[in-house]
């Protein structure tokens, strides 16, 4: 049973840094593509970064040269580490894998991933 598990959300102030991290189980981590996503109350859910299983990082515009996605595959967690917060980063955080192979072009897309965990909070202040 495929399990993802979101933590390190918290409230920072602008400027701050929080580090989030997903506990993935119940699959063969190293052969799904893994991604991080936002959603904010009445906004539609965004992808943030995402890493696929050769270790190609792909990020949002957005949060480009300020987050960076890492994990750790022995002990099959992912990390996004999110500097310089500001308030249009405050949102619902969510980790997703996908099975499916897909173009580079759809790394970033909530329609290609597959399982989700529950979502860790971040706001800024």
């Known amino acids: 049973h495929v399990q993802l598990v979101e933590s390190g959300g918290g409230s920072v102030q602008a400027g701050g840094s929080l580090r989030l991290s997903c506990a993935a189980s119940?699959?063969?981590?190293?052969?799904?593509?893994m991604g991080w996503f936002r959603q904010a109350p009445g906004k539609e859910r965004e992808g943030v970064a995402a890493?696929?299983?050769?270790?190609?990082?792909t990020y949002a515009d957005s949060v480009e040269g300020r987050f960076t996605i890492s994990e750790d595959n022995a002990k099959n967690t992912m990390f996004l580490q999110m500097n310089s917060l500001n308030s249009a980063d405050a949102a619902m955080y969510f980790c997703a894998a996908g099975r499916h192979r897909i173009n580079a072009e759809h790394a970033l897309d909530v329609q290609t991933y597959n399982f989700w965990g529950q979502g860790t909070q971040v706001t800024v202040s």
């Open positions: 890493i696929d299983s050769d270790g190609n990082s």
């Open positions: 119940g699959y063969t981590y190293s052969s799904y593509r």
